[in-house]
């Protein structure tokens, strides 16, 4: 009986040891892909995406592409722009003729375009996932879960390029069933940028007619 106890002492002692070496390495290679992001003046990504939810029978894909440049991004997606000068998000949908204006959310659960690379530096525990070669690739995952409760994220799978220290892959899985996936088709850094690429010109979709909402 005591052998037996010993025995499952030991096995539960290499079990936490090795969790928490997963955590850790987890962790490592996080960190170096927060400082390959943080090392660049800009970075533009085009992207698919896919949104699925079987319960519901929702299966959506598309693409898009974001311009990031520390905390302010333009995104080109689902038929609409989305720009952050740092301040306020100005969302434009061409075809509504519409533009709406508000404050950043910070209490909100959605990885932002400007938070995509940096999100997970706080607020999960890590775990090492599953090694994946994609044409030629290593794509190592990490596995995020809220460490508060009352998050809609159930988890979040990062996968990212051992080689370049870039993220592949993002696969988000709600609570409610949904799972969101962006997968990086291009990532370019380091790009010649209009210096009025973050400048929202409200004048200019005034004279053409828009209706502009401020929340």
């Given at each position: 009986?005591?052998?037996?106890?010993?025995?499952?002492?030991?096995?539960?002692?290499?079990?936490?040891?090795?969790y928490?070496?997963?955590?850790?390495?987890?962790?490592?290679?996080?960190?170096?892909?927060y400082?390959?992001?943080?090392?660049?003046?800009?970075?533009?990504i085009?992207?698919?995406?896919?949104?699925?939810?079987?319960?519901?029978?929702v299966?959506?894909?598309?693409?898009?592409n974001?311009?990031?440049?520390?905390?302010?991004?333009?995104?080109?997606?689902?038929?609409?722009?989305?720009?952050?000068?740092?301040k306020k998000?100005?969302?434009?949908?061409p075809?509504?003729?519409?533009?709406?204006?508000e404050?950043?959310n910070?209490?909100?659960?959605?990885?932002s375009?400007?938070?995509?690379?940096?999100?997970?530096?706080?607020?999960?525990n890590?775990?090492?996932?599953?090694?994946?070669?994609?044409?030629?690739?290593q794509?190592?995952?990490v596995?995020?879960?809220?460490?508060d409760?009352?998050?809609?994220i159930?988890?979040?799978l990062?996968?990212?390029?051992?080689?370049?220290?870039?993220?592949?892959?993002?696969?988000?899985?709600?609570?409610n069933?949904?799972?969101?996936?962006?997968?990086?088709?291009?990532?370019?850094?380091?790009?010649p940028?209009?210096?009025?690429?973050?400048?929202?010109?409200?004048?200019k979709?005034?004279?053409?007619?828009?209706?502009?909402?401020?929340n």
């Amino acid at each position: 009986m005591i052998k037996k106890y010993f025995l499952l002492f030991a096995c539960s002692l290499i079990g936490v040891f090795s969790y928490a070496q997963g955590a850790d390495k987890a962790k490592a290679l996080l960190d170096d892909v927060y400082n390959k992001v943080k090392s660049y003046d800009n970075i533009y990504i085009e992207f698919k995406s896919t949104l699925e939810n079987k319960e519901a029978n929702v299966n959506q894909e598309t693409t898009g592409n974001v311009t990031l440049s520390g905390e302010k991004y333009f995104l080109n997606y689902l038929g609409a722009q989305q720009l952050f000068d740092g301040k306020k998000v100005y969302t434009i949908v061409p075809e509504n003729e519409e533009v709406t204006i508000e404050d950043v959310n910070e209490d909100e659960d959605n990885v932002s375009p400007s938070k995509m690379l940096t999100f997970y530096k706080t607020g999960h525990n890590y775990k090492w996932d599953i090694l994946q070669n994609v044409g030629g690739r290593q794509i190592q995952y990490v596995k995020l879960t809220p460490i508060d409760s009352n998050s809609e994220i159930q988890s979040v799978l990062l996968g990212i390029d051992t080689q370049t220290k870039h993220i592949y892959k993002l696969i988000q899985t709600g609570k409610n069933g949904t799972k969101t996936t962006l997968t990086v088709n291009s990532f370019k850094t380091n790009q010649p940028l209009s210096s009025t690429l973050f400048t929202f010109n409200e004048k200019k979709y005034e004279d053409k007619g828009y209706y502009i909402t401020r929340n």
